[in-house]
C-alpha cells in the first residue's frame, strides 16, 4: 500500500510563511510525479504546483512566485515552501503520487489557515 504523509499545516497571519512535507516510500518518490493541491472552501480541489522526476516544475497561477515545490531525495521527500501567504490561501493542502503504473495516490490531507 502507497502512503503519503503529510505535515506542517498550521494557522498563519496574513504574509507569513509555512513549509509542507509530504513523505512516502523511495520506490514511489522516485518514479512518480509528485504534486501538491489545494480544496479551498466552497472551491473544487486544485493544483498548486507539480514536479516531474526529471525536476522540471509547474505552479498555479494563483501561486506564482510565493510558492516553491522541491524535493528531498535522501529523505523521499517533497516540499511546499509557502511565502507571503494570503487569507484566500486557506485550505486543505493534499500530496499527491502519479506513478508509473498511472495510478493517482493521495495523501490525507493537512489543513493550512491564513488570517487576515
Known amino acids: 500500500q502507497v502512503l503519503l504523509v503529510e505535515s506542517g499545516g498550521g494557522l498563519v497571519q496574513s504574509g507569513g510563511s509555512l513549509r509542507l512535507s509530504c513523505a512516502t516510500s523511495?520506490?514511489?518518490?522516485?518514479?512518480?510525479?509528485m504534486s501538491w493541491h489545494r480544496q479551498s472552501p466552497g472551491k473544487q480541489r486544485e493544483l498548486v504546483a507539480g514536479l516531474t522526476i526529471s525536476g522540471r516544475t509547474n505552479y498555479g497561477d494563483s501561486v506564482k512566485g510565493r510558492f516553491t515545490i522541491a524535493r528531498d531525495d535522501s529523505k523521499n521527500t517533497v516540499f511546499l515552501q509557502m511565502n507571503n501567504l494570503k487569507p484566500e490561501d486557506t485550505g486543505v493542502y493534499y500530496c499527491?503520487?502519479?506513478?508509473?503504473?498511472?495510478?493517482?495516490?493521495w495523501g490525507q490531507g493537512t489543513q493550512v489557515t491564513v488570517s487576515s
Open positions: 499527491s503520487a502519479h506513478t508509473i503504473s498511472d495510478r493517482d495516490v
Open positions: 523511495s520506490g514511489i518518490f522516485r518514479s512518480s510525479i
